[in-house]
C-alpha cells in the first residue's frame, strides 16, 4: 500500500530561524513528489518534484527530492510569522491516473 | 487563475440529515476530488471522478456517495450524517496530461454533525 509519512507533525520556532520538514514516501509506480501549504483556507502548490538532487526554489523556501532514499525536504530560512501554516506532502503513482497519497502534514508555527 | 469554489465555508447539521457538499471549478478539469481533512490523519480520499456521470470510490467511500452530472461540478453527499463525519472537507481538481497530479482546492467546508 502506497504511503508518504510526515516529520515532525508539528513545530513551533521564532522568527528568523531556519525549519526543515520532512516527508518519507513509499509509492509504487512513483512520477513526483508535491507539496503545498495550507493556511486557514486552500492548500496551495508550491513545488513539484520528479528528478533527484535537483533543488526547486521559490523566495524562502527550496525543495530537494533523493529517489534514492525516498524522501524530500522542504526548507524555508528566515522563518516569517506568514510561514505559519500545514504543509503537505504528496506523492503521486503514475499508474493511478491524478490520485495523490497525501501525509498527516505538518503544522508549523512561527512565533515573533 | 484556476478557480474552485465550494458552497460553505461552515455547516451545521443533525445526526440523521441528508447532507449535500458543492464543488464547482472554471478550468474545464476532467479530473475532480473529494477529501476530508483530520488533524493528524492528512488528506484521506473519499471519491474522485475522471469525467461526467463518473465515479471511483477513494480510500475512505463508506457513508458518503458523489454525483457528477456536469463537467465542472462535483457534488459529495452524505445520505444520513453521522457525528463521526464531523471534518473539514476539501475539493480539488486538475487536468488530464503530463501534470495531472497538481490538484486545485477549494477553500473547504467544515461541517460539524451534532
Known amino acids: 500500500e502506497d504511503k508518504v509519512v510526515q516529520s515532525p507533525l508539528s513545530l513551533v520556532v521564532h522568527e528568523g530561524d531556519t525549519v526543515t520538514l520532512n516527508c518519507s514516501y513509499e509509492?509504487?509506480?512513483?512520477?513526483?513528489l508535491l507539496w503545498y501549504k495550507q493556511e486557514k483556507k486552500a492548500p496551495t502548490f508550491l513545488f513539484m518534484l520528479?528528478?533527484?538532487?535537483i533543488e526547486k526554489k521559490s523566495g524562502r523556501l527550496s525543495s530537494i527530492l533523493d529517489k534514492k532514499e525516498l524522501f524530500s525536504i522542504l526548507n524555508i530560512t528566515a522563518t516569517q510569522t506568514g510561514d505559519s501554516a500545514i504543509y503537505l506532502c504528496?506523492?503521486?503513482?503514475?499508474?493511478?491516473?491524478?490520485?495523490?497519497?497525501f501525509g498527516q502534514g505538518t503544522e508549523l508555527s512561527v512565533k515573533p | 487563475d484556476v478557480k474552485v469554489t465550494q458552497s460553505s465555508r461552515y455547516l451545521v447539521k443533525r445526526t440523521g440529515e441528508k447532507v449535500f457538499l458543492e464543488c464547482v471549478q472554471d478550468?474545464?478539469?476532467?479530473?475532480m476530488f473529494w477529501y476530508r481533512q483530520d488533524p493528524g490523519l492528512g488528506l484521506r480520499l473519499i471519491y474522485f471522478?475522471?469525467?461526467?456521470?463518473?465515479?471511483e470510490k477513494g480510500d475512505i467511500p463508506e457513508g458518503y456517495s458523489v454525483s457528477r452530472e456536469k463537467k465542472e461540478r462535483f457534488s459529495l453527499i452524505l445520505e444520513s450524517a453521522s457525528t463521526n463525519q464531523t471534518s473539514m472537507y476539501l475539493c480539488?481538481?486538475?487536468?488530464?496530461?503530463?501534470?495531472?497530479?497538481?490538484?486545485?482546492f477549494g477553500p473547504g467546508t467544515r461541517l460539524l454533525v451534532l
Open positions: 480539488a481538481s486538475s487536468t488530464t496530461g503530463p501534470v495531472q497530479e497538481t490538484q486545485y
Open positions: 509509492v509504487t509506480n512513483f512520477r513526483s
Open positions: 520528479t528528478s533527484s538532487g
Open positions: 504528496a506523492g503521486h503513482n503514475y499508474n493511478q491516473g491524478g490520485k495523490l497519497i
Open positions: 478550468m474545464d478539469h476532467e479530473n
Open positions: 471522478s475522471y469525467d461526467v456521470k463518473m465515479k
